[in-house]
């Protein structure tokens, strides 16, 4: 009885979400996106002053996100078999030294150098600050994962606000005055590093902890359902990288919308983007992952082949529907894939980020060349059709209960006592 008491107090603080943990990660988050951001917001003042075409900015993108892309699966792997807690820390230092690099930046070259050391940054950020999100749940996976994501989509909504407002009236340097971000973030993930050191590493999940509480498919299974996974992955951000990337190149191509206009159009998108982030996985806590992938992927189908042949007014109101249905899918596929692979959860969070983020480089590289060979136009109404890879969803195993969470003081007061 005694060993039960026990066991069940283990469970009730671990089940515990720490709140004030989940804020600090989502700040800091919000922060390295802005930062991030702000390239691709700068993309129309570059293209003029260095008089770049599409397919060049579509490499430069290609650079940031790929650095990220190659880098996160494998730092992910180290921590989950090596925790760091202060590595957080390093992550936003190179993010910093990226955007002092591209406030001085005086060459293609050196905006590419300044692109690859902001995508180092986001590679060492991301899947460690994923597992902060986890440890810090206290079972709510799919809230914690929201709660985490929506300051990155948040950050990345303001970015252009801030680009069009601040960097754009005062010219390429004044991207240094973001600095301050910078060393405010790296002073919180200080803090965020010394909780993980003193309470985090007691929340890490072993491999094959969930064995007990479910069933788990077998190998065949899980590497389908990662396949599946990695294609509805390859759907949404080679989407998304038509409107991160092109957006207000096509507002301003097709519609004589000013530079400034463009990028508020560019922040209502953002902003739908991070109300369905945090839709997403507390939606997924309660019906299951699995069918919030499936809708969110296929549901926006209708939105996308309708915004090509849309006016300014209803391409301002369809990228509404897409940015929240479409987001709402990557929290959802971030906690599915953990509870497939159990104890690895830098190792998932380090994959997903940094296919998501090397389907977004490949995607901008990609586009850029079909816009300048065939027109902004084109690269919407072909993108229209890639939701289509959505029914994919279907081949999706159930993960528990439907895909739903099982918290850890449930999970311990199901387990039989010794």
Same mark, same amino acid.
């Given at each position: 009885?005694?060993?039960?008491?026990?066991?069940?107090?283990?469970?009730?603080?671990?089940?515990?979400?720490?709140?004030?943990?989940?804020?600090?990660?989502?700040?800091?988050?919000?922060?390295?996106?802005?930062?991030?951001?702000?390239?691709?917001?700068?993309?129309?003042?570059?293209?003029?002053?260095?008089?770049?075409?599409?397919?060049?900015?579509?490499?430069?993108?290609?650079?940031?996100?790929?650095?990220?892309?190659?880098?996160?699966?494998?730092?992910?792997?180290?921590?989950?078999?090596?925790?760091?807690?202060?590595?957080?820390?390093?992550?936003?230092?190179? %993010?910093?030294?990226?955007?002092?690099?591209?406030?001085?930046?005086?060459?293609?070259?050196?905006?590419?150098?300044?692109?690859?050391?902001?995508?180092?940054?986001?590679?060492?950020?991301?899947?460690?600050?994923?597992?902060?999100?986890?440890?810090?749940?206290?079972?709510?996976?799919?809230?914690?994962?929201?709660?985490?994501?929506?300051? =990155?989509?948040?950050?990345?909504?303001?970015?252009?606000?801030?680009?069009?407002?601040?960097?754009?009236?005062?010219?390429?340097?004044?991207?240094?005055?973001?600095?301050?971000?910078?060393?405010? =973030?790296?002073?919180?993930?200080?803090?965020?590093?010394?909780?993980?050191?003193?309470?985090?590493?007691?929340?890490?999940?072993?491999?094959?902890?969930?064995?007990?509480?479910?069933?788990?498919?077998?190998?065949?299974?899980?590497?389908?359902?990662?396949?599946?996974?990695?294609?509805?992955?390859?759907?949404?951000?080679?989407?998304?990288?038509?409107?991160?990337?092109?957006?207000?190149?096509?507002?301003?191509?097709?519609?004589?919308?000013?530079?400034?206009?463009?990028?508020?159009?560019?922040?209502?998108?953002? &902003?739908?983007?991070?109300?369905?982030?945090?839709?997403?996985?507390?939606?997924?806590?309660?019906?299951?992952?699995?069918?919030?992938?499936?809708?969110?992927?296929?549901?926006?189908?209708?939105?996308?082949?309708?915004?090509?042949?849309?006016?300014?007014?209803? %391409?301002?109101?369809? %990228?509404?529907?897409?940015?929240?249905?479409?987001?709402?899918?990557?929290?959802?596929?971030?906690?599915?894939?953990?509870?497939?692979?159990?104890?690895?959860?830098?190792?998932?969070? =380090?994959?997903?980020?940094?296919?998501?983020?090397?389907?977004? &480089?490949?995607?901008?590289?990609?586009?850029?060349?079909?816009?300048?060979?065939?027109?902004?136009?084109?690269?919407?109404?072909?993108?229209?059709?890639?939701?289509?890879?959505?029914?994919?969803?279907?081949?999706?195993?159930?993960?528990?209960?439907?895909?739903?969470?099982?918290?850890?003081?449930?999970?311990?007061?199901?387990?039989?006592?010794?």
């Amino acid at each position: 009885m005694n060993e039960a008491a026990a066991s069940m107090s283990r469970a009730d603080a671990a089940g515990r979400t720490a709140f004030s943990v989940l804020a600090a990660i989502s700040f800091c988050h919000l922060l390295n996106d802005m930062m991030q951001s702000l390239l691709p917001a700068l993309y129309p003042m570059l293209k003029t002053s260095y008089a770049l075409t599409f397919g060049e900015i579509g490499v430069l993108t290609f650079t940031y996100q790929i650095t990220a892309s190659l880098l996160q699966p494998m730092i992910g792997r180290y921590t989950d078999s090596k925790p760091r807690p202060y590595s957080l820390v390093m992550g936003m230092t190179f %993010t910093l030294a990226g955007l002092a690099l591209l406030a001085f930046a005086h060459s293609y070259s050196l905006l590419l150098l300044a692109a690859a050391m902001i995508g180092t940054g986001s590679s060492v950020f991301h899947p460690e600050s994923s597992r902060v999100a986890r440890m810090a749940s206290g079972g709510r996976h799919g809230l914690a994962q929201s709660v985490f994501q929506v300051g =990155g989509n948040l950050g990345s909504a303001v970015g252009p606000l801030l680009a069009a407002f601040i960097v754009l009236p005062h010219g390429q340097g004044s991207v240094l005055w973001f600095s301050g971000a910078a060393l405010l =973030g790296i002073f919180v993930l200080f803090n965020v590093g010394h909780w993980y050191k003193l309470h985090g590493m007691a929340r890490l999940e072993p491999r094959g902890a969930a064995a007990g509480t479910r069933s788990a498919p077998g190998r065949r299974r899980v590497i389908l359902a990662v396949s599946v996974l990695l294609a509805l992955i390859f759907s949404k951000y080679f989407y998304l990288a038509s409107l991160t990337s092109y957006y207000t190149f096509y507002l301003i191509s097709r519609f004589h919308v000013s530079v400034q206009a463009s990028q508020i159009y560019l922040f209502v998108f953002l &902003g739908s983007v991070a109300l369905g982030t945090i839709v997403g996985g507390p939606v997924g806590d309660r019906i299951g992952r699995k069918y919030v992938i499936w809708g969110s992927i296929v549901g926006v189908l209708p939105f996308t082949l309708l915004l090509p042949h849309a006016n300014l007014l209803w %391409t301002a109101v369809l %990228t509404v529907p897409i940015g929240v249905i479409l987001a709402s899918a990557f929290p959802a596929i971030i906690v599915y894939a953990q509870e497939l692979l159990p104890g690895r959860t830098g190792t998932v969070a =380090g994959l997903f980020f940094g296919f998501a983020f090397g389907m977004g &480089g490949i995607g901008a590289a990609v586009l850029g060349q079909i816009a300048d060979a065939y027109g902004i136009r084109l690269v919407y109404e072909i993108c229209a059709f890639l939701p289509i890879i959505g029914l994919l969803a279907g081949f999706l195993p159930d993960v528990g209960s439907g895909g739903r969470a099982v918290s850890a003081s449930s999970a311990a007061a199901s387990a039989p006592a010794r």
